[in-house]
């Protein structure tokens, strides 16, 4: 695999070009470290974005539903775009004017194809399941039923590219000498100590893993 996406026309960033990220490894570190994609289509009746989870491999990124679902059923044989994005901060100028946000993202433009195969479905399914934490293994086997309820999509991963804002308020001159206060807010999300639900009454100990991420950062899971 090389270590740079080549950038299409419609993926080459055009504003804040010096925030453009084209490396491979750096695209494919903000997805592992996302849990969220917000996925747009043009829906006949209009455009329509939502959140959902994701799975990815080096080649893809999965996105799974019900059969029903309005969305993914509506992108699939379409051009659909997926974003994730990691907030790291606000960033508080001398003017509200240059306000901004430290972050990490990546869009991915592509053709969505609909998985057919069972077994893909189940590879795809895994990937997206255990994406945030390992847990395909964990609980009662996936049913040929919950695999026939289920749709998944591929978008290829050649389309993408990352944009990342770190550092400081950029002012203007004239404003350098102010008053006012500027730096940085920083966001930290933390996973924190899982519990049982309170109608739990099986005897598997809680899986290791869940344990293991209690304090850690989304970016700390998949170091
Ligand atoms: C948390 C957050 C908050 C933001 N808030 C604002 C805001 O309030 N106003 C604002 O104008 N912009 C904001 N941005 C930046 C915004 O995402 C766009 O990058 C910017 O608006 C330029 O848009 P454009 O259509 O001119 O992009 P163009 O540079 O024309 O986009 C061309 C191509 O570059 C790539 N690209 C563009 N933006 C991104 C990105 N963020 N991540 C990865 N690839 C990208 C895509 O492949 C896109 O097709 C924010 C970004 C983040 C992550």
């Not at 893909?120 to 990937?127: I, W």
């Not at 000498?177 to 309170?198: D, K, M, V």
């Amino acid at each position: 695999m090389s270590d740079a996406v080549a950038p299409s026309a419609r993926t080459t960033l055009r504003r804040g070009t010096n925030r453009a990220v084209y490396e491979r490894d750096r695209v494919l570190e903000i997805l592992d470290a996302g849990m969220i994609a917000h996925v747009g289509v043009q829906t006949p009746d209009g455009p329509l974005v939502l959140p959902m989870a994701y799975g990815r491999d080096d080649e893809k990124l999965y996105l799974h539903g019900a059969a029903a679902n309005h969305l993914l059923g509506t992108g699939q044989g379409h051009e659909i775009c997926a974003t994730v994005t990691l907030i790291d901060g606000l960033v508080m100028a001398r003017t509200p004017f240059h306000n901004s946000m430290n972050y990490r993202s990546v869009v991915v433009r592509g053709l969505a194809t609909k998985i057919e195969d069972p077994d893909e479905k189940l590879r795809t399914l895994k990937l997206i399941t255990d994406h945030v934490v390992a847990n395909w293994d964990e609980g009662r086997d996936v049913s040929e039923i919950d695999n026939r309820k289920t749709l998944v999509l591929e978008i290829p991963l050649a389309e993408a590219s990352a944009k990342v804002r770190d550092g400081d308020p950029i002012d203007e001159e004239e404003d350098m000498a102010g008053p006012w206060w500027s730096g940085i807010i920083p966001i930290e999300t933390r996973f924190l100590e899982p519990y049982p639900a309170a109608d739990f009454t099986g005897t598997n100990e809680m899986p290791a893993q869940y344990g293991a991420l209690a304090g850690k950062t989304p970016d700390e899971r998949v170091l």
